[in-house]
């Protein structure tokens, strides 16, 4: 059976850090590419961050750009996304998914999904 389950996500004030978990199994976790969406209410999901467990190359959206960092542990077949310096609209339920193969363009559909981790900054 194949998981992805999310966590590591809270509240923090903005400026703060959290560091986002997505443990995975059931599936060859190094033919993968994991990505993390974000979406929040009212609006439409968008990706965050995606690191191809292949060639270990990650992209980022401009969003994203030098503030988080996705990294991925072949021992534990986990994808780590630290966030910092989060500001008040990174606030979003949190999502990993899985791709075979490389990142893929984030309108295109993923293989697996996570259940989601919500993720609040105040200001």
């Known amino acids: 059976e194949v998981q992805l389950v999310e966590s590591g996500g809270g509240s923090v004030q903005a400026g703060g850090s959290l560091r986002l978990s997505c443990a995975t199994s059931g599936f060859a976790f190094e033919d993968y590419s994991i990505a993390w969406f974000r979406q929040a209410p009212g609006k439409e999901r968008e990706g965050v961050a995606c690191i191809s467990n292949i060639d270990r190359r990650s992209d980022y959206a401009d969003s994203a750009k030098g503030r988080f960092t996705i990294s991925s542990d072949f021992a534990m077949n986990t994808v780590y996304l630290q966030m910092n310096s989060l500001k008040p609209e990174d606030t979003a339920v949190y999502y990993c998914?899985?791709?075979?193969?490389?990142?893929?363009?984030?309108?295109?559909?993923?293989?697996?999904w996570g259940q989601g981790t919500q993720v609040t900054v105040s200001s």
């Open positions: 998914a899985a791709a075979w193969g490389p990142c893929r363009a984030t309108n295109t559909p993923y293989d697996y």
